[in-house]
Structures are given as C-alpha cells and as structure tokens.
C-alpha cells in the first residue's frame, strides 16, 4: 500500500530543543493528520488538518497543511523528555482509507 | 477501560496455521478499522466496517485475511494458513463514524510471531 514520506527518519536532540519534521506525498490529501507512537502502544493523534494552508497548534505542538495539499509539517517547540516516540503523519483523499507515514523517531536526551 | 481493546496482546503460532485477532472498539462506535504495522514501518490499512458491513476491504493483501463484525461492535481478524511474512502488529481503532473525518481511537495491538 501507499505509504508518505518522513523525514527525518529519527532524530535526537537536546531537551528544550525544537523539533521539525515533515511529511511529502505524491498524492494530493483532503486531510492530514499527526500521530505519536509509543512502545507498545497504538497511535495517539496529536493534530488534524482539513484544510490547504491551515496552521493548527495543541500546546507545544503546530502543524500546517501544505498549500499544495502534497506535504505537511510539525513542530515542536521547547521538547521535553516525554516528547520520546515515534512520530507519523496520516493523509486521507476521499472515504476512509488513510495511508501513514514511515514515521519519524525522536529522542530526547536531558 | 473505555478505550479499544484487543486480544490476545501476543500471538505466536506456527505457518500454516489459522489465527483470530479479536477488537473490542469503544462502545458506540460505529466506525471500525483494522491496520497492520510491520517493523519500523506505519500502520497501514487493511478493512474499514461502518456497522456490520465492511465498506471498503481493499487494504486485504490476500485471500487468506478475512474479518467480520456481526453485530456492529466487536470484530474479528481472520487470518487462514498463516505465513511468516503476516508476522506484524495488527492495530484495531474505532471512531464515532460519519461522512467527514472523526478521530479514530487505536488499541494497544496484537503482535503476531509466524514462526
């Protein structure tokens, strides 16, 4: 199946650091959607985008929906250590299929 | 809890052998999807049901995957004659349904081992 694009791929840093990553398709999307990924667990969203352009924040976190519907980012600002996971954005064209990204590792080191 | 969730949490068996994956999504949901996520990789789509039905089964990779929800809640993965490349996660979410986009909520996963 189709999967988008991450990168980077993993990333480690210092704690109050800011994070960027970002995720690149092929394929035009209706809605982009962000998740965190923890050991054993499923995914948990963190933020959804409807629209081309829109910039959308959740605390330390903002996301923005490419304005040619192909790409989008995320950012976290001052990271902390619970910032730790695995990071994947989601598109969804049309009906309910949603196709994931390869995903983003992040380490945070205090 | 009032989350998803799923059962067994571990499976191993043997190839060639049939497995059932259960979910118990948040009750009323009507939307229910199941994924699968191989090592380092992102979950990808395998069935979605609204209701009883499943209304787009296009993420199936084969013949030998099958899954049903007879009464519009629990629902279950079926998987015939196992081979050692179905060794994944398989993740279960459920979401309040509808036309326009609604968060879908994930289980904790059932990790699969064919041996």
């Known amino acids: 199946g189709q999967q988008l694009n991450q990168s980077p791929q993993s990333m480690f840093i210092q704690e109050g650091e800011d994070v960027s990553m970002n995720c690149t398709s092929s394929?035009?999307?209706?809605?982009w959607l962000w998740y965190k990924q923890d050991p054993g667990e499923g995914p948990v969203l963190l933020i959804a985008?409807?629209?081309?352009?829109e910039l959308t924040s959740n605390g330390r976190l903002t996301a923005q929906f490419g304005i040619t519907r192909k790409d989008s980012f995320l950012n976290i600002s001052a990271s902390i250590p619970s910032d730790v996971g695995i990071y994947f954005c989601?598109?969804?064209?049309?009906?309910?299929?949603?196709?994931f990204g390869t995903g983003t590792s992040l380490t945070v080191i205090p | 809890g009032a989350g998803v969730s799923q059962t067994p949490s571990n499976k191993v068996t043997e190839k060639g052998k049939y497995v059932e994956l259960r979910c118990d999504p948040i009750?009323?949901?009507?939307?229910l999807y199941w994924y699968r996520q191989s090592l380092g990789q992102g979950p990808e789509f395998l069935i979605y049901?609204?209701?009883?039905?499943?209304?787009?089964d296009s993420g199936l990779p084969n013949d030998r995957f099958f899954a049903v929800r007879p009464e519009g809640s629990v629902s279950t993965l079926k998987i015939q004659r196992t081979e050692r490349g179905d060794s994944a996660v398989y993740l279960c979410?459920?979401?309040?349904?509808?036309?326009?986009?609604?968060?879908?909520?994930f289980g904790p996963g059932t990790r699969l081992t064919v041996l």
């Open positions: 979410a459920s979401s309040s349904g509808g036309s326009s986009y609604n968060e879908q909520f």
């Open positions: 394929s035009i999307f209706n809605t």
């Open positions: 985008l409807y629209k081309a352009g």
């Open positions: 989601a598109g969804q064209r049309s009906g309910n299929q949603f196709y």
């Open positions: 009750s009323g949901h009507t939307a």
């Open positions: 049901f609204q209701g009883t039905g499943a209304a787009d």
